[in-house]
């Protein structure tokens, strides 16, 4: 079959699009979280119009198609199942030039551009895509996923940034369309676009975005505030938004578990902590665009003034320390979390988002529930406290796996706590994949399922990729 396959393919788009030997489609089978999957083989066009005939051919011949960006995602929807009859659609060749707009602040990229090819370009223009993460995400996959990242709370996610796609519809006939243009305001009917943003390719195959694009900041300003417990973050946060207003650029929460994992295996971070490490700590940041005039006060100046005023009220009095420094250094051990739990042990994430107002008492509830039910599991979760996500995550002894029983418990106990008591969401922001489609089918009420399927039919003649809502229906 493949040798058939291959040679249909190869006459839309050539033998050089083409990836089939094993050791070749390796690196596409591998998922970034969970099992990856066993493609036929790999199909990487460098065009729309040949993105729309290898579509309109897997519809025509009722071939399923899987699409891959980065293959950075974490709900097992980027690469193929394990069938080994799937083709593998990426779109890392799918490179036209950068169309920078500095006056309108936009960028139009094909989807196969990543995130930090865009940023290194709009380094001259004093530009950047806001869009902050621990991975190098293609755009189309940003957008496909709504990704949001760590500076949620000033920029919001994807969503916010575009203002265009170009996409192919799993059709008989490949249709490319065009949804929205650069214009921020357009109120010509239905905004198509928001409903394929965060679809995954549900509805189709992104091709091209256009998207907005914000001043670089001139000046940043970032401090660890150490606290006896989340719970202590909440008024903070509400402090920080009313004193720093729109200078609040960042609000990211990580247990002691979490810091204890990025320090142990973070290569060259050193522990800004003098003594034990706090039970949880915030990492506060401000940005400004303006630049630094002499006589001006330094927006650290800033930040601790606006800090200190917190520590002088009945709130105040959940901070432990305070620790103000370079943003760098900071940062580094906040993105080094999640490499340091893999390096400690199998990990189990949920990527959860809440209220802000029950962060706490879902944490608190969760930790004593766990900690009876689950003992052979460390939680070491950490966040975007600023939004409302975290990421719920817990590690298991290398030594000892639990069995797939045991880890289907615990995720019902975990969701059961997130989702049914405290009104979360199941995925706050890494999307709908063969992961957590259990979850969809669980805790999705019928009418919106069958919603979301009548969406899809009136978009694809049939689903491309790991969803298919009117199968989950």
Not at 46 to 73: E, F
Not at 80 to 97: H, N
Not at 241 to 265: D, I, Y
Not at 449 to 459: C, D, H, N
């Amino acid at each position: 079959m493949n040798v058939q396959l291959a040679a249909d393919l190869a006459g839309l788009v050539g033998d050089d699009a083409l990836v089939e030997a094993p050791e070749d489609l390796a690196a596409y089978d591998q998922a970034a979280r969970y099992e990856g999957g066993r493609a036929a083989l790999v199909v990487r066009p460098r065009t729309p119009a040949s993105v729309a005939a290898i579509v309109a051919w897997c519809v025509g011949h009722q071939v399923d198609l899987a699409v891959q960006g980065a293959n950075t995602g974490l709900v097992g929807a980027s690469t193929a199942d394990a069938s080994g009859r799937q083709v593998l659609l990426s779109l890392e060749r799918l490179q036209s030039p950068l169309e920078v707009d500095p006056v309108n602040r936009s960028v139009r990229a094909g989807a196969g551009v990543r995130l930090s090819a865009v940023n290194a370009v709009l380094e001259t223009h004093r530009l950047f895509l806001p869009i902050d993460l621990g991975a190098d995400p293609t755009v189309g996959g940003m957008a496909a996923t709504n990704t949001g990242g760590a500076r949620f709370i000033r920029y919001g996610d994807m969503r916010r940034q575009v203002l265009g796609l170009e996409m192919v519809l799993a059709d008989a006939a490949g249709t490319i369309v065009q949804l929205r243009r650069g214009l921020r305001k357009d109120n010509t009917g239905l905004d198509l676009r928001q409903v394929v943003i965060g679809a995954g390719a549900a509805l189709g195959v992104i091709t091209a975005v256009e998207f907005e694009v914000h001043p670089r900041p001139a000046q940043t300003a970032a401090a660890l505030v150490l606290l006896e417990d989340l719970e202590a973050a909440l008024p903070l946060l509400s402090h920080m938004e009313r004193e720093g207003g729109e200078l609040l650029s960042a609000f990211e929460g990580m247990s002691r578990a979490a810091l204890s994992a990025a320090l142990a295996h973070g290569p060259g971070l050193r522990s800004p902590f003098s003594g034990p490490l706090p039970p949880y700590a915030v990492l506060v940041e401000l940005s400004t665009t303006r630049s630094l005039k002499p006589g001006d006060a330094s927006l650290t100046n800033h930040l601790e003034e606006v800090l200190a005023d917190w520590l002088e009220t009945d709130d105040g009095g959940g901070a432990i320390d305070i620790l103000t420094g370079a943003p760098e250094p900071l940062w580094a051990i906040r993105h080094a979390i999640s490499e340091g739990l893999r390096a400690k042990g199998p990990v189990i994430g949920f990527d959860l988002a809440f209220r802000r107002s029950d962060l706490a008492a879902f944490r608190r509830t969760a930790v004593t529930r766990l900690a009876v039910a689950f003992p052979e599991f460390e939680i070491c979760d950490f966040g975007h406290i600023g939004d409302g996500g975290v990421h719920f995550n817990l590690v298991c002894d290398p030594e000892a796996p639990p069995t797939a029983d045991r880890l289907s418990q615990l995720r019902e106990a975990v969701y059961e706590i997130a989702c049914l008591q405290f009104g979360g969401s199941f995925s706050g922001e890494h999307g709908l994949g063969r992961a957590n489609l259990a979850q969809y089918r669980a805790l999705t009420p019928a009418p919106v399922r069958g919603l979301a399927a009548r969406v899809q039919e009136a978009f694809a003649h049939r689903a491309l990729g790991a969803v298919d809502f009117a199968a989950l229906g």
